[in-house]
């Protein structure tokens, strides 16, 4: 086991430990095939609260998206998102010459399975912000790729903005029915659509 | 039979202690193993798999607790402490926190329980004794105000108080069950958590079926519609019977037992009872409930009734001995 394997099943540890990283299949079960899930973004733990509800066999090839001016910065955030997460690098700065989805196709093309927070950015109200138009793009250009809601619920409670240390609160990713692009729909109905599922989603009891 | 066992080494009674333990474990685990395999009708299931989720959360129980006595002061305090803090974890996540608490939560978890299970495994049993109720009393709500919420101020600090009450010091005092030392009866500490865990087990169990069976009426509606006093009074004798024979394997005569296994017997009932009302209002059944956010396990539901009967059990044994 190489160290950056021991840091995943450490980091996977740890999380479970602090939130329990409950995963709740609801929708659809745990498979190896390709995916794209999509997720509310509340907390920088969103994706590690993803990655530790995954079953061990299907982390290895679900990835995440890193900006690359921040996660390249220093040696061990490179170190932590290349070889422990393997996640597929953006660029913030648009250019013109270079598609921005560029790199996530690539992945997709690849066959791995990716996990997006369409809402672009973190949001600390209760709901989910408008989401923006790359879930669409990737829904159209991969029309066979299942695209998996997921609801990660109270870890806002677990690391408020602002502070470093979390604090121990059970917490629950739960995976709904996966969505596809329907022949003809547009781009607002389709992104509506699809944050309608991810909310669909949040426990009722709280 | 008896008389030849008293010959036999501490640790070897300890060890036949688990060795019947578990073969009682496993036993009942067979018999319910074999009834699930008949054809049953969906109420029929449902009591099957509580049954088997008892059984199961038994068994880790006493697995907890072998490990804890197997391993020595250091592994039953660390066992005990992982325990704390995922009940307390549990606890938390049903009670609503603010922004404003999360220094306090933060000192709850992180520095309450090792210090405190610190004292445990160091037998400092006075300061243990004193350490929450007077030291962390102060601090938390005083990590709370820095934080400048003034918002349900009160109602969120007894809230965590509360928590660390229970989750933390309560659970504390069964290793420091374990740890107590008196003269003539050294390292049987295990036959005293033995002996708190089955007279809290039985006064409950018997107060659970006569409270249904007797019908009488509830001390509480709206928080348990069984509970009568009746149920609570009989659960109570119980304790105090099964705590009489099992006098030998405790430093005092059977008279004794039993008044030590009523005290027992009926704080863990009434432990559970408060638990009840508490989960009543936090809108839950039990406290890993599937439809509610959590998902956990329901350790806190497990823990409950030793959290509250560990303390007063303590204190009277060790107030007893001095």
């Known amino acids: 086991m190489s160290t950056a394997d021991a840091m995943g099943v450490l980091l996977a540890f740890v999380a479970r430990l602090i939130t329990g990283a409950q995963g709740h299949w609801k929708g659809c079960a745990p498979q190896a095939e390709q995916r794209i899930y999509f997720a509310n973004h509340q907390s920088h733990l969103d994706w590690v609260l993803i990655w530790a509800a995954l079953p061990r066999e299907l982390r290895a090839s679900t990835r995440p998206i890193a900006a690359r001016d921040y996660w390249t910065k220093t040696a061990f955030k490179r170190w932590l998102t290349s070889a422990v997460f393997n996640a597929v690098y953006v660029t913030r700065l648009r250019s013109d010459d270079q598609d921005p989805l560029g790199p996530l196709a690539e992945a997709l093309e690849h066959g791995d399975s990716l996990v997006i927070f369409p809402e672009g950015t973190r949001s600390h109200r209760d709901e989910p912000q408008p989401f923006k138009s790359g879930l669409f793009h990737l829904a159209e250009k991969f029309a066979q790729v299942p695209l998996v809601p997921a609801w990660i619920d109270n870890v806002q409670r677990v690391m408020p903005k602002g502070e470093v240390v979390p604090v121990p609160i059970l917490c629950t990713v739960t995976f709904g029915a996966p969505i596809r692009l329907d022949a003809g729909e547009d781009k607002r109905a389709f992104l509506e659509r699809a944050r309608a599922a991810v909310l669909a989603l949040r426990p009722a009891l709280r | ?322």
């Open chain 2, 1 to 322: 039979m008896l008389l030849g066992l008293r010959d036999w080494s501490v640790s070897a009674q300890v060890a036949l202690l688990f060795v019947v333990l578990f073969g009682v474990l496993f036993a009942v685990g067979a018999v319910v193993a074999m009834m699930s395999l008949r054809e049953l009708d969906e109420a029929a299931r449902g009591r099957q798999q509580r049954r088997q989720r008892d059984l199961r959360a038994l068994l880790v129980g006493a697995t907890v607790f072998w490990v804890a006595w197997a391993s020595g002061p250091a592994g039953a305090t660390l066992a005990f402490a992982l325990l704390s803090f995922l009940a307390l974890r549990e606890f938390v996540t049903l009670a609503p926190t603010r922004r404003g608490d999360h220094r306090s939560l933060i000192l709850a978890f992180f520095v309450v329980i090792p210090v405190q299970y610190l004292l445990v495994g160091l037998r400092a049993f006075d300061l243990h004794t004193v350490f929450i109720p007077v030291y962390v009393f102060l601090a938390i709500p005083v990590v709370s105000a820095l934080a400048g919420d003034p918002e349900r101020f009160l109602e969120r600090n007894a809230k965590i108080q509360w928590g660390i009450m229970v989750c933390v010091y309560g659970l504390s005092h069964a290793p420091a069950l374990l740890l107590l030392e008196f003269r003539g009866y050294e390292d049987r500490g295990a036959f005293l958590v033995f002996f708190l865990v089955v007279v809290s087990v039985a006064a409950q169990v018997v107060q659970e079926l006569a409270s249904r069976r007797l019908r009488r009426r509830p001390l509480a509606r709206h928080i348990d519609r069984d509970f009568s006093a009746r149920g609570f009074a009989l659960g109570v004798c119980a304790a105090a019977l099964v705590g009489a024979a099992l006098f030998w394997i405790t430093p005092v005569d059977a008279r004794r037992a039993a008044v030590m296994a009523a005290v027992a017997g009926g704080c863990g009932t009434l432990g559970e009872f408060v638990m009840r009302a508490l989960k009543k209002d936090a809108g839950v059944r039990w406290w890993g409930n599937q439809s509610s956010l959590t998902g956990a396990v329901g350790l806190l539901d497990r823990v409950a009734p030793l959290c509250f009967a560990a303390p007063v059990f303590f204190h009277s044994v060790r107030w007893y001995f001095r």
